[in-house]
């Protein structure tokens, strides 16, 4: 599911992300502080569901709706306000639903399960990495399950590496922590390393993986992951990152902070 999110308080907007993530982690989502962004955006990514602040500075979010229909028909527009005056408007542009702040992920939730047009699943899948928050590989709303629990640390690395190639001796260490006992770890690298090619190609990214004689890559620009696209600048409005990147990996933290300076 694909899902806009506007509001063009920087707080506000972030506080909403985050709760539509909690209440559907699976969907990709992308948030706008400009509402002439989000309009450009969705005229080339067709989004299934809008959440819309309405009193903006610039297009107020009843316009803004207006304009999202005129590309899209079909979408779910849900506006989250502070006010209930516009509700009139909102029923009048047959609004699929309305949620008065503050927003919570149960409010979120609510909506998300009773949408005026139901979302139909996706005929064309992807590939899809999340950095942000907790990692997480994504193949259309479903996750991608590896043979061996390290291939997926092994590709978050990779990914956090963008595009550099690691040698196996600098992978080993990484996954498991230099413990002194490389011997042993030497032909599970090569079954994830495997893994991890192979899981790849069935998914249909076969050539997102660099490899030379002991060394392995992600090719960045063959793989959809918000890191990469926060990198090249492509987030409009807000970037996905918001404090928090491969939470469950120690090493990430250096990454982590460098990111935070970034934001500052």
């Known amino acids: 599911m694909r899902i806009l999110a506007v509001d063009d308080e920087k707080i506000a907007l972030e506080g909403l992300v985050d709760a539509i993530r909690d209440a559907m982690p699976t969907a990709a989502v992308s948030g706008f502080r400009d509402a ?34 005129i590309q899209n028909p079909k979408v779910n527009i849900v506006f989250t306000t502070g006010y209930d005056e516009y509700m009139s408007q909102a029923f009048a542009l047959r609004a699929s639903g309305y949620v ?34 907790n990692f997480e590989v994504f193949y259309g ?50 079954n994830i390393r495997k893994d991890l090619i192979y899981t790849l190609e069935q998914y249909g990214c076969k050539d997102a993986v660099s490899r030379q004689r002991g060394m392995l890559g992600i090719i960045p620009n063959k793989i959809r992951c918000d890191y990469f696209d926060w ?12 404090g928090e990147y491969m ?17 500052d």
């Open 141 to 190: 709303e479903e996750p991608v399950k590896f043979q061996y629990s390290k291939t997926k640390e092994l590709l978050a690395y990779l990914v956090d590496r963008n595009g550099a190639l690691c040698t196996n001796g600098e992978l080993e260490g990484v996954l498991w922590e230099d413990d002194g006992k490389q011997k042993n770890h030497v032909s599970y690298l090569k």
């Open 247 to 263: 939470n469950q990996y120690t090493w990430s933290e250096f990454t982590n902070g460098r990111l935070e300076k970034e934001e």
């Open 100 to 133: 008065m702040k503050p927003v919570t992920t149960e409010k979120i939730r609510t909506e998300l399960e009773n949408l005026r047009n139901p979302v139909t699943a996706q005929t064309e899948k992807e590939l899809r990495i999340q950095a942000f928050g």
């Open 231 to 242: 990198i090249d600048g492509k987030s409009s409005g807000i970037n996905a990152y918001r």
């Open 36 to 69: 002439k962004e989000a309009i450009q955006f969705a005229g080339g990514n067709a989004c299934d569901v809008a959440f819309l602040d309405i009193e903006m500075r610039s297009v107020n979010g009843i316009e803004l709706a207006r304009r999202l229909k």
